[in-house]
């Protein structure tokens, strides 16, 4: 992700190994109690668990708007607590979200406590969370097209995270990761033809921005989701941009969007399945 984006998230923070786990009082691993309740209630009234994974991963994406996060928490919470809706109501409680968090973020959904266990790149959350099942990778079947990969955000500006800053014996470890990462194809839809294909796009649908550098080579850079308005408009809603101060909002018309950021080269496109 772009490094103006890495904020502190509002909604919550979790600690590697989850509060079940953890010897920290939950008030330490979980903050946004208040915000999870007001989501809850709304939820209730709103029958929410009553709509596809897809448009109810777009309702509570729209009921975080002004929240201050980072893209990745924007979209990770509004999808895993749709999952938890899934659930009888009894259920729903923030121990219950952080189960679903692990399972979205951590390969192949276990957090075993390393810091290399979380699925830092898009890209490689997609390969991981697509090959369980949980979602599909839709960017091919929409006319993405192979361009040429390589995922080393992180060993390059290492210094900017403060885990691997503290401990630098992660960064051969990770270099490896980012190699098996950068070794996988990485298809993206040119944002020329996004406009072409926004029609086939639904609420809730996950949109990766991808970015070619100066050497020609891409990677993802920020993420959202899709909203289609009652105008039948397709808006990109996300979080952490400097104009927006960091808060989610629902943004112009994706295709219109990606002409913002001359760095941004296309979409990659992943559907909520469960």
Same mark, same amino acid.
């Given at each position: ?6 904020l502190v998230p509002a909604f919550l923070i979790c ?40 448009e109810r991963t777009a309702v509570v994406g729209q ?12 979209? &990770? ?9 899934? &659930?009888? #109501?009894?259920?729903?409680?923030? #121990? ?17 406590? #390393? ?7 898009? #890209? ?11 979602? &599909? ?47 996988r194809p990485l298809y993206q839809i040119p944002k ?83």
């Amino acid at each position: 992700m772009r490094i103006w984006k890495i904020l502190v998230p509002a909604f919550l923070i979790c600690s590697v190994a989850f509060a079940v786990q953890s010897p920290l009082p939950f008030s330490t691993v979980f903050k946004g109690q208040d915000q999870f309740n007001r989501l809850v209630t709304k939820a209730k009234s709103g029958n929410w668990s009553s709509l596809p994974i897809g448009e109810r991963t777009a309702v509570v994406g729209q009921a975080l708007t002004g929240t201050r996060m980072d893209c990745w928490t924007f979209f &990770e919470i509004a999808l895993t607590f749709a999952r938890m809706l899934n &659930e009888p #109501e009894s259920n729903w409680t923030p #121990e219950r979200l952080l189960h679903y968090i692990e399972l979205d973020r951590y390969r192949s959904g276990e957090c075993t406590g #390393e810091y290399l266990s979380r699925l830092h790149y898009l #890209e490689d959350w997609l390969y991981d969370n697509d090959r369980r099942g949980l979602v &599909e990778d839709l960017t091919r079947s929409l006319g993405g097209a192979n361009v040429p990969h390589s995922a080393r955000e992180m060993s390059v500006g290492w210094r900017h995270y403060r885990y691997l800053a503290a401990n630098r014996s992660l960064l051969g470890p990770l270099a490896r990761m980012e190699a098996n990462v950068s070794s996988r194809p990485l298809y993206q839809i040119p944002k020329n033809r996004v406009a072409g294909i926004e029609s086939k796009l639904h609420s809730g649908d996950i949109i990766g921005i991808i970015g070619r550098d100066r050497s020609g080579l891409y990677s993802t850079s920020h993420v959202g989701l899709a909203l289609r308005t009652n105008d039948g408009v397709l808006h990109f809603m996300h979080a952490s941009s400097p104009g927006n101060s960091g808060r989610v909002i629902v943004d112009t018309e994706l295709s219109k969007y990606l002409y913002r950021y001359r760095s941004d080269s296309g979409i990659l496109v992943a559907r909520p399945l469960r």
